[in-house]
Each structure stands twice: as C-alpha cells, then as structure tokens.
C-alpha cells in the first residue's frame, strides 16, 4: 500500500525558508514511473500546484512562485522535500505531498488517459507569523 | 496559465438525486490530462476520474466525467450520504497545472 506523509514544522517566520519533508513508503521514488508533486491548499480552500521532482533531479515549478521553490528527491531516504523561501503571510496553507503517474492508462486507438495526483498525503498545516 | 471555472458554487441536492458539475477552461485542454477530485473536511482531496472520464481505482460507477476542449462535467447519479463534499477540477496538460476553485454539494 502506497503511503505519503508529510512533516515539517508548522510555523514559520516572514523572510525565512519553510522546509517540508514527505516520507514514501511502499514505493520507491527512484522509479521512474512517477512524478512527486507539492499541492498547497489556502485557508480560502483554493488548491494551487507548486511543482514536481523526478528522480532524475528534473523539475517543474508553477511561476507563479517566481523563483522561491525548490523540489528535491532523495533516493537513498526515499523521501522528497519542498523548500519555499521568502516565506509571507501568503503562503499560509495546508501543503500536500502527492504522486503523478507518468505513464497513462491505454484506452483505445492509440489513446491514452493520465492519472493526475493519485496517491496523496494527510496534508501538513503551516502558518507564516512572526 | 489555464484558468478553470466550477459551475456552480455549491449545488443543494437531496439523497437519490443527480448532481451535475461543471468545469470550463479559459482555453482548450487535452482531455487526457483532466481530473475531478472529491475532498471531505479535513481529508486531502481524493482522485475520481482521470482522463476526463476514466474512474480511479474503487470509485463507485454512479461517477463519471464527460468532456472536450474547454467544457467539462462530472455527473454523480443517486447522490448517496457520502458523496456530500467539495469537488475540484484540475487540468494537467500545460504547465503550470491549475485547478478550479471547486463546487461544494450539500444536503439540501
């Protein structure tokens, strides 16, 4: 059974990095099958994608971030981190960690559909306050 | 970046019913890359169709997803107790991946 589950601390100061941990368990994050992904939830409820890791060391990021995050895979802990630096009021949310498969599901006729984030974690809270 | 819209806001149903959700996209996407997620208070949000209309692994089949281009829906046929919650949109096509703001189906 797959597992994600975040850890982090829960507050953080203005200016300063927030770190993030998501533990993997029961696969590994050297396949090359998936994408490791960080989706942040606002306390309006809004869902924004930050980015992903493959265990290559490629990356994704969403601009809208402009620069302040970091989406690293560690093979040998099986786990992946999100660092986000610069760190405001704004981003004050829940963050998850989540899976992408990278293949897709064959349908038909040469089509294929992709699974998007299937496999999430709990979802860790953090709050940027002095 | 693609900016998807949920219709409507919370959608007030009764158990049995059928509720339809609705997600336009500012512009088209690849419907290979469409999801619908379910989310509960206090859970994180739960995959239920991929592929704009491909069921997750253990969704009940009164869910499926419809759509192309820029209009997508997911229809939930004989609303059971459980099903009340937030569903969300997402297009994973073109970078950045974007997600709707959501539609909240209530017991009515």
């Known amino acids: 059974q797959v597992q994600l589950q975040e850890s982090g601390p829960g507050l953080v100061k203005p200016s300063e990095t927030l770190s993030l941990i998501c533990t993997v368990s029961?696969?590994?994050?050297?396949?090359?099958?998936?994408?490791w992904s960080w989706v942040r939830q606002t306390p309006g409820k809004r869902l924004e994608w930050i980015g992903y890791?493959?265990?290559?060391?490629?990356?994704s990021y969403n601009p809208s971030l402009k620069g302040r995050v970091t989406i690293s895979v560690d093979t040998s802990k099986n786990e992946f981190s999100l660092k986000l630096s610069s760190v405001t009021a704004a981003d004050t949310a829940v963050y998850y960690c989540?899976?992408?498969?990278?293949?897709?599901?064959?349908?038909?006729?040469?089509?294929?559909?992709?699974?998007?984030?299937?496999?999430w974690g709990q979802g860790t809270a953090v709050t940027v306050s002095s | 970046e693609v900016v998807l819209t949920q219709s409507p806001g919370t959608l007030s149903l009764s158990p049995g019913e059928r509720a339809t959700l609705s997600c336009r996209a500012s512009?088209?996407?690849?419907?290979?890359?469409f999801a619908w997620y379910q989310q509960k208070p206090g859970q994180a949000p739960r995959l239920l169709i991929f592929?704009?209309?491909s069921r997750a692994t253990g969704v009940p089949d009164r869910f499926s997803g419809s759509g192309s281009g820029t209009d997508f829906t997911l229809t939930i046929d004989r609303l059971e107790p459980e099903d009340f919650a937030v569903y969300y949109c997402?297009?994973?096509?073109?970078?950045?991946?974007?997600f709707g703001q959501g539609t909240k189906v209530e017991i009515k």
């Open positions: 989540a899976r992408e498969p990278a293949d897709g599901l064959y349908v038909a006729d040469g089509l294929y559909h992709y699974y998007g984030l299937d496999v």
């Open positions: 029961g696969v590994s994050v050297s396949s090359g099958s998936f994408y």
């Open positions: 890791g493959f265990y290559s060391g490629s990356t």
């Open positions: 512009r088209t996407v690849r419907s290979s890359y």
């Open positions: 592929g704009s209309s």
């Open positions: 997402q297009q994973y096509g073109t970078s950045p991946r974007t």
